[in-house]
């Protein structure tokens, strides 16, 4: 509202009655006295106190402002929750950051996130990635939940911990029951996956996918350096799933631009949960860093296989801005 606006209204209003509303606004706003109870004091009857309330904030007389100083940009979390409707986003507010300290720091606030959201009552999936390591590395306190192991491990230069330790470490912090295996997430072919995948560790691990309430998953992009999924493929391999249209992945799900599944050679190599279990999970919190990896967040958001996410405001600013092409494999 213009100044000249907010004064011409003010104006409309007589000295007894612009005091009467600073005096309503200062009891409901400032003191927490409820509607009944201003209408009780002032003689007024609580209709007119909801209409005294509603002109101060039209004349300008009562301004609400949100005024938080923290790590988060709450105007960002609210913007790109609402137009991706996640049921959680938080968009953490830092200067760029090298990408080990911008994991520890989104690691941190999913860590926050988790020990705010979930009850004894979930049952709590986890994907090996980077990210969700440094989820755990960050975590404090855990209702007791139980714990699913939903992929099988990756090697990282950055990480010597195997999807079981992950599991395993949350498990001991919630002191929940834990269902983890020992096994790659990738193998050599379909053979062994389907014989692997049998093993009672694992079939029973994966069995309980469809009991999880809520999981943390890591987003990568079909390149390479962006995801740890595609550096353990060859290159040719690489480029030939860009071919058939992969953009990004989610614990070994390969996604195309809009998020559609694209079964490709490497999908019955993978030890992990598939797409529709993923799906069927009622909150996927997805951990996001690395704004050129904006399009496969995209892809994982318009696909559904991610409810909630906790990234940074550079990314948040490409996942609001216009969708461009998706990088070629390099």
């Given at each position: 509202?213009?100044?000249?606006?907010?004064?011409?209204?003010?104006?409309?209003l007589g000295p007894a009655e612009l005091?009467?509303?600073?005096?309503?606004?200062?009891?409901?706003?400032?003191?927490?006295?409820?509607?009944?109870?201003?209408?009780?004091?002032?003689?007024?009857?609580?209709?007119?106190?909801?209409?005294?309330?509603?002109?101060?904030?039209?004349?300008?007389?009562?301004?609400?402002?949100?005024?938080?100083?923290?790590?988060?940009?709450?105007?960002?979390?609210?913007?790109?929750?609402?137009?991706y409707g996640l049921r959680h986003c938080?968009?953490?507010?830092?200067?760029?950051?090298?990408?080990?300290?911008?994991?520890?720091?989104?690691?941190?606030?999913?860590?926050?996130?988790?020990?705010?959201?979930?009850g004894p009552e979930d049952v709590l999936?986890?994907?090996?990635?980077?990210?969700?390591?440094?989820?755990?590395?960050?975590?404090?306190?855990?209702?007791?939940?139980?714990?699913?192991?939903?992929?099988?491990?990756?090697?990282?230069?950055?990480?010597?911990?195997?999807?079981?330790?992950?599991?395993?470490?949350?498990?001991?912090?919630?002191?929940?029951?834990?269902?983890?295996?020992?096994?790659?997430?990738?193998?050599?072919?379909?053979?062994?996956?389907?014989?692997?995948?049998?093993?009672?560790?694992?079939?029973?691990?994966?069995?309980?996918?469809?009991?999880?309430?809520?999981?943390?998953?890591?987003?990568?992009?079909?390149?390479?350096?962006?995801?740890?999924?595609?550096?353990?493929?060859?290159?040719?391999?690489?480029?030939?799933?860009?071919?058939?249209?992969?953009?990004?992945?989610?614990?070994?799900?390969?996604?195309?631009?809009?998020?559609?599944?694209?079964?490709?050679?490497?999908?019955?190599?993978?030890?992990?949960?598939?797409?529709?279990?993923?799906?069927?999970?009622?909150?996927?919190?997805?951990?996001?860093?690395?704004?050129?990896?904006?399009?496969?967040?995209?892809?994982?958001?318009?696909?559904?296989?991610?409810?909630?996410?906790?990234?940074?405001?550079?990314?948040?600013?490409?996942?609001?801005?216009?969708?461009?092409?998706?990088?070629?494999?390099?």
């Open positions: 509202m213009s100044d000249n606006r907010r004064r011409r209204r003010e104006s409309a005091v009467l509303t600073a005096s309503v606004a200062r009891r409901y706003y400032l003191d927490g006295a409820t509607k009944s109870q201003i209408a009780e004091e002032l003689k007024l009857s609580r209709f007119r106190v909801a209409r005294i309330l509603n002109h101060a904030r039209e004349a300008g007389i009562v301004k609400i402002e949100i005024d938080y100083r923290g790590d988060l940009d709450l105007e960002l979390s609210i913007a790109l929750g609402a137009a938080l968009v953490v507010n830092c200067p760029n950051l090298e990408d080990a300290r911008l994991r520890a720091g989104l690691g941190a606030v999913a860590a926050g996130l988790l020990s705010e959201i979930v999936g986890v994907v090996w990635a980077r990210s969700v390591m440094a989820m755990r590395d960050a975590l404090g306190r855990l209702t007791p939940c139980t714990v699913v192991q939903l992929t099988g491990s990756l090697s990282a230069s950055d990480s010597e911990d195997s999807a079981v330790e992950l599991a395993r470490d949350i498990a001991r912090l919630s002191g929940g029951a834990v269902f983890y295996f020992y096994a790659p997430m990738i193998v050599s072919d379909a053979t062994t996956a389907r014989a692997l995948r049998r093993q009672p560790d694992i079939s029973r691990a994966l069995s309980r996918a469809g009991e999880v309430t809520k999981a943390v998953v890591g987003i990568g992009a079909w390149t390479r350096g962006a995801s740890s999924v595609a550096d353990a493929v060859s290159e040719q391999e690489r480029g030939d799933m860009h071919d058939l249209g992969v953009r990004a992945e989610v614990g070994g799900i390969q996604l195309d631009r809009d998020g559609r599944p694209v079964p490709t050679a490497l999908t019955e190599r993978i030890i992990g949960v598939s797409a529709e279990q993923l799906r069927g999970v009622p909150e996927v919190i997805g951990i996001a860093y690395g704004a050129p990896k904006a399009s496969a967040v995209r892809a994982a958001l318009r696909g559904n296989l991610v409810t909630s996410l906790v990234t940074h405001a550079e990314m948040a600013h490409a996942l609001l801005g216009p969708d461009e092409k998706s990088s070629s494999v390099m």
